[in-house]
């Protein structure tokens, strides 16, 4: 158990490392009548990020966006209002959607104070 714990911990330390950077990638473009899809691969060749998304959750959603400098944050926090549709940033630029679950990527506050 304590083996798991300091790997848990040595990812959430990475973690808040490849968060602090991420307002400083920006998206520009016109997304208008884009799928999902096609979003991820304009993002994925603008950006270091990479998406991971199970495509059954997403395939139904049409964007609507022009961003001029927008952070991803931004980018998704537009597309996915109202859709039930989370979204999360992880280590090494990975960012997660899912419908079903909103994914927490790091841990409460004294998750390893024993108690």
């Known amino acids: 158990m304590r083996k798991f ?9 990475f973690s808040g490392l490849a968060v602090s950077g991420q307002d400083r990638i920006t998206i520009t473009g ?3 009548g884009y799928r999902f899809p096609q979003l991820v691969r304009e993002i994925e060749s603008q950006t270091p990020y990479h998406i991971y998304y199970d ?12 961003a ?6 931004q980018v998704f926090g537009k597309i996915f209002t109202n859709t ?3 979204f999360s940033f992880g280590t090494g630029n990975n960012v997660f ?8 990527t790091t841990l409460p506050k004294n998750f390893f104070i024993p108690g």
């Open 5 to 13: 714990r300091f790997c848990l911990f040595i990812f959430m330390c």
């Open 30 to 32: 016109n997304f208008t």
């Open 55 to 66: 495509s059954t959750e997403t395939d139904s959603l049409e964007i609507n966006l022009t």
């Open 68 to 73: 001029d400098h927008l952070s991803l944050q």
């Open 84 to 86: 039930g549709i989370h």
């Open 97 to 104: 959607v899912s419908k079903r679950f909103s994914i927490q």
